[in-house]
C-alpha cells in the first residue's frame, strides 16, 4: 500500500522560505514522476512542481518558478520543495502526489496523480 508523507509546512513571514518533504513507501519510488500540487480554501487545486522519474525533467507553475526548487533522493525515496521568497498568496495545503512514470511523460501542469500524501499547511504572513 503507497503512503505518502509530507513534513516542513509551517508559518513563515512573506519573503522567508520553507522546504517540504515528503517521504514514500509502499511503491517503487525510482519509477514515479513525483509532484507538488496545492489548495488554497475555496479554490482549485493547482499544480506547482513536478519531476521526472530519472530526475532529468523539473516543471514548475509560473507563479513559482525562479523561486521554487525540486528534487529528489531515489536512495532514500524522499522528494523536496524548496520554497524562497514565499508570498501571501503561495499560502495552501501543499500535497505530494506520485505517478507511475517510465513510458510516460511529464506533462506540464499534471494533475492527474496515482497516489497522495494527507498535505502540509504552509502560511505566509503578510
Known amino acids: 500500500q503507497a503512503q505518502l508523507a509530507e513534513s516542513g509546512g509551517g508559518l513563515v513571514q512573506a519573503g522567508g522560505s520553507l522546504t517540504l518533504s515528503c517521504v514514500v513507501s509502499?511503491?517503487?519510488?525510482?519509477?514515479?514522476?513525483m509532484g507538488w500540487i496545492r489548495q488554497a480554501p475555496g479554490k482549485e487545486r493547482e499544480f506547482v512542481a513536478a519531476?521526472?522519474?530519472?530526475?532529468?525533467?523539473?516543471l514548475f507553475a509560473d507563479s513559482v518558478k525562479g523561486r521554487f526548487t525540486i528534487s529528489r533522493d531515489n536512495a532514500n525515496n524522499m522528494v523536496f520543495l524548496r520554497m524562497n521568497s514565499l508570498k501571501p498568496d503561495d499560502t495552501s495545503v501543499y500535497y505530494c502526489?506520485?505517478?507511475?512514470?517510465?513510458?510516460?511523460?511529464?506533462?506540464?501542469?499534471?494533475?492527474?496523480?496515482?497516489?497522495w500524501g494527507q498535505g502540509t499547511q504552509v502560511t505566509v504572513s503578510s
Open positions: 509502499g511503491l517503487p519510488f525510482s519509477s514515479y514522476h
Open positions: 502526489a506520485a505517478k507511475r512514470g517510465i513510458g510516460v511523460p511529464l506533462a506540464p501542469g499534471e494533475l492527474n496523480y496515482d497516489y
Open positions: 519531476i521526472s522519474w530519472s530526475g532529468g525533467v523539473e
